[in-house]
């Protein structure tokens, strides 16, 4: 049987515990053997394509193990507000004003990924400030967290929202010294504005799904979890989906996590025989999710001890105990993956306690029930989570692009032992590294470099102890991420029989020092053996 493809010329890592490879060799969409540079020459025909490699490093295609795809493509459209864009508030205003400008009025204007702690002052905007800009549209624009966002007068009015309106369960309103609401919707409370937005075609939809799709090949990322499919608008998410991957517009490999609870899509995706492990590797149904607190950088994770800026405020917890005990024991018993997302510690204890009762009520092997991002973990809940079989999907990123953050609301320990790949990996688990864009850049060699250092974007290391070896993150970002979504016979790995999904690096990220991996590119993507991206 002879290769397709073969790449030679560079080092390939293959998995986690195998040394790496000279040679690849590459038939129809599958893996058919790595290994030295002979032996795999020997499946060389004279039809075989060759790629030859000059010394530049290949791994499996990435899988970003928690992100959200659909939302990503649509805010591309949107104002961009992110810190790398501008540092003070009038910059901000500025933006949305000069949007403004080129909008017809009555039409919404959205922005995306402000955040306050970076802006000068380093507070939110307020419906005030927005309405000076924009007088005559409604706006919205979201922290970079995605848990809370500012809107401005007009908006707040077509969602309803005025003076008597009170704070929705889990959520909260901002309002100002006399009470009123001030435009900041924290949690649930940003439902009342998803309401009010305008539908989105089917093809709006789509559209947006490849726009990402091209961005995420061109960084080697092959397969993707959308962690939150009814965020944006409801089952219509999952339709445009599926009307991408019957169409051949959907390229990278999808696993979708329903949205449950009293306002997700469960109850429709279960009428539609949606269950976990439903579908094939390009769109395949994962987790029920489910929202246990909000974001450690807005202040509303939910933390056994306080934030230390604020008078003994813990954060927000979404639902009682009782209540997600109850979502998370119904959506088991159906047969789900869970999905929890958790990141302060009394929300994760909140999360194991609920999978625990769920295990006891109805035991079940194999389940990978999964708490997302678990950032701020207790050693005592890490021996919980491997004794349980569960896995988190964490976002190592964080602590570079939000570590500094972290130490100006948490201290100096509690950010030292927050997102613990080393503790981890230590207890036996398979932590699925992924970036939650568009929270955070989707660049997985910015994760990496993270992993390995444990710097912030200022360069402080925040718990030097929970570094990585290359290899073991590399694992993590591809192999662990095949694991959380049960595709490990399919994917994530070079060895023969699986897919062949590869990233060919633009250099030896094996011999330099971590610092360039911040320079890493991708020069090539393969995808069931094609190339699907090509830099140069």
Not at 451 to 479: F, I, N, P, S
């Amino acid at each position: 049987m002879k290769a397709d493809c073969i790449l030679t010329g560079g080092p390939i890592f293959l998995r986690l515990g195998e040394p790496l490879a000279e040679a690849l060799a590459i038939r129809g969409n599958r893996v058919l053997a790595a290994g030295n540079s002979s032996d795999i020459e020997a499946l060389a025909g004279p039809e075989t394509r060759r790629i030859d490699l000059a010394g530049r490093a290949v791994v499996p295609g990435i899988n970003d193990g928690h992100q959200h795809m659909l939302l990503f493509g649509l805010e591309q459209s949107e104002v961009n507000l992110h810190p790398t864009q501008l540092s003070t508030m009038e910059e901000l205003l500025a933006r949305i004003g000069a949007k403004a400008q080129e909008t017809p009025p009555g039409e919404w204007i959205l922005g995306r990924r402000y955040d306050h702690f970076h802006l000068t002052p380093a507070r939110h905007p307020t419906a005030a400030e927005l309405d000076r800009v924009a007088p005559d549209n409604p706006v919205y624009i979201t922290r970079t967290c995605g848990h809370m966002g500012v809107a401005n007068s007009r908006a707040l009015a077509l969602a309803g929202v005025g003076p008597d309106t009170p704070d929705p369960k889990g959520g909260e309103l901002g309002r100002d010294d006399a009470g009123q609401p001030n435009g900041l919707l924290m949690e649930t409370a940003q439902e009342l504005i998803k309401k009010a937005l305008p539908p989105l075609s089917r093809e709006r939809m789509v559209q947006a799904l490849e726009l990402a799709n091209d961005i995420f090949l061109a960084r080697g990322i092959t397969s993707v979890t959308d962690a939150g499919l009814g965020l944006r608008q409801q089952f219509d998410d999952y339709l445009a989906y599926r009307a991408a991957a019957d169409s051949g517009r959907l390229k990278v490999r999808t696993y979708l996590a329903l949205t449950g609870g009293p306002n997700g899509i469960e109850r429709q995706a279960e009428a539609e025989r949606l269950m976990t492990g439903q579908g094939d590797e390009r769109l395949k149904i994962g987790p029920v999710k489910l929202f246990a607190d909000g974001s450690a950088g807005g202040k509303t994770a939910a933390m056994t001890l306080p934030y230390t800026c604020a008078c003994d405020n813990r954060g927000l917890f979404v639902y009682s105990d009782e209540e997600l005990n109850h979502w998370a024991e119904t959506y088991h018993r159906k047969g789900y993956q869970l999905a929890i997302h958790a990141i302060g510690d009394a929300a994760i204890d909140q999360s194991v306690t609920a999978v625990k009762r769920a295990l006891a009520g109805a035991p079940r092997t194999n389940h990978r029930h999964r708490i997302e991002h678990c950032g701020f973990t207790r050693p005592d809940q890490i021996a919980d989570m491997a004794r349980l079989g569960m896995i988190p999907a964490p976002q190592p990123i964080f602590v570079y692009e939000f570590g500094e953050l972290y130490v100006d609301i948490l201290g100096e320990d509690r950010p030292a032992g927050a997102y613990p790949m080393r503790s981890w990996r230590d207890a036996g688990l398979k932590p699925v590294a992924s970036t939650d864009t568009p929270v955070s850049d989707f660049d997985p060699m910015k994760n990496l470099y993270c992993m390995v250092t444990r710097k912030t974007d200022r360069g402080r290391v925040l718990g030097q102890d929970e570094r990585l070896t290359m290899e073991e993150a590399l694992a993590a970002m591809t192999e662990y991420g095949a694991h959380g979504s049960f595709s490990e016979k399919e994917k994530g790995r070079l060895t023969a029989g699986q897919l062949a999904d590869v990233a060919v690096l633009d250099r030896d990220i094996f011999a330099v020092e971590p610092e360039m991996l911040l320079e890493t590119q991708v020069d090539m993507t393969l995808l069931d053996g094609d190339v699907v991206y090509q830099r140069t």
